[in-house]
């Protein structure tokens, strides 16, 4: 069998403020493009690694957006969906029947994954509420109740989960992979949730796999340069599938970013000078020149002056 995997695509009505007005329609045309690629390499299933949609409140997520959505899913062979943090409230997985915009998907017929797939070898972990080897091991315990361990060795668990290779781990958010390894004991891992780049990696007789999100919603300089790319798994191990994507010069606001980024070095200029610069306070307006002359920009210079007009009248 083949499946193609792809992680994080966080669909979302109204564009994160880094990003540009098209990001819905641009994240569409990335899951048009896999629906393209699903029957160029003759994939047998699909499999989303989690947060599919952003928000997680309903009425930020628009039936448009969901029924899009459902039209690229039903467009597959067939899709799976391993539920993430984002696709369920309080880390609650029966949340995504009741509240949730994933819920709608499942109810048009999309199946959710937690535990095995039937007719295939791929078994889902969705995201947990405490990340521990004790909630990991009953996670697997599908998985390892398996009569004949053998075809392990050749099948695929897809989950989102605060994975790292070892040594990049962050250090206030991870799993160790080796105590993953040593739970599930042979075969492979596909995982959401990490949105920067892993590739691929072994860690015991365990074969790990992060190719990065799909969205590109934040902008860290690991974005600027990270080329987007799917997933192809089967009996081998995985493939890099790369797909094509705008550069990232036309999905952030890089001009903004900038302009942002050179007012806030002027203001820790400023905020620093304090401490180590006298400035004869003769008028509101003299401080205000002073404030000026830094060009740090209408809006700055408009708190600095009501900051000043409430301090000379007591309030602050």
Not at 70 to 89: F, R, S, T, W
Not at 119 to 133: A, C, F, L
């Amino acid at each position: 069998m083949r499946a193609l995997l792809l992680g994080d695509i966080h669909l979302s009505d109204r564009a994160p403020s880094s990003c540009t007005e098209s990001y819905n329609e641009d994240m569409f045309t990335l899951l048009e493009h896999s629906v393209d690629l699903a029957q160029e390499h003759r994939a047998d299933i699909v499999v989303w690694a989690g947060d599919v949609f952003h928000h997680k409140q309903p009425s930020r997520t628009s039936h448009k957006t969901v029924q899009r959505t459902i039209e690229i899913a039903k467009a597959y062979p067939h899709l799976v969906i391993v539920p993430g943090n984002h696709d369920m409230l309080n880390d609650r997985l029966e949340s995504i029947s009741l509240t949730q915009p994933l819920g709608v998907l499942e109810k048009a017929g999309i199946e959710l994954l937690n535990g095995w797939m039937q007719d295939w070898p791929v078994y889902g972990i969705p995201w947990q509420q405490e990340w521990s080897q004790e909630a990991l091991r009953a996670a697997l315990e599908g998985w390892n109740a398996t009569p004949d361990p053998e075809p392990l060795a050749y099948s695929l668990v897809v989950t989102h989960a605060p994975l790292y290779p070892p040594g990049k781990e962050l250090p206030y958010e991870y799993f160790p992979t080796e105590v993953w390894a040593e739970e599930q004991g042979a075969g492979y891992v596909y995982y959401g949730h990490v949105h920067d780049y892993h590739g691929t990696y072994q860690v015991g007789d365990v074969t790990f796999c992060n190719q990065g999100a799909l969205t590109r919603g934040s902008l860290h300089e690991s974005e600027l340069t990270r080329e987007l790319a799917l997933t192809l798994w089967d009996n081998d191990g995985f493939e890099r599938i790369e797909i094509p994507h705008k550069p990232a010069d036309q999905v952030f606001r890089l001009l903004e970013k900038r302009e942002l980024q050179d007012t806030q070095a002027r203001l820790d200029e400023f905020l620093a000078s304090i401490g180590e610069v006298r400035v004869q306070v003769t008028s509101i307006e003299a401080v205000l020149e002073q404030i000026r002359a830094l060009k740090l920009g209408t809006e700055l210079e408009g708190l600095a002056e009501e900051l000043l007009q409430g301090a000379q009248h007591g309030d602050g």
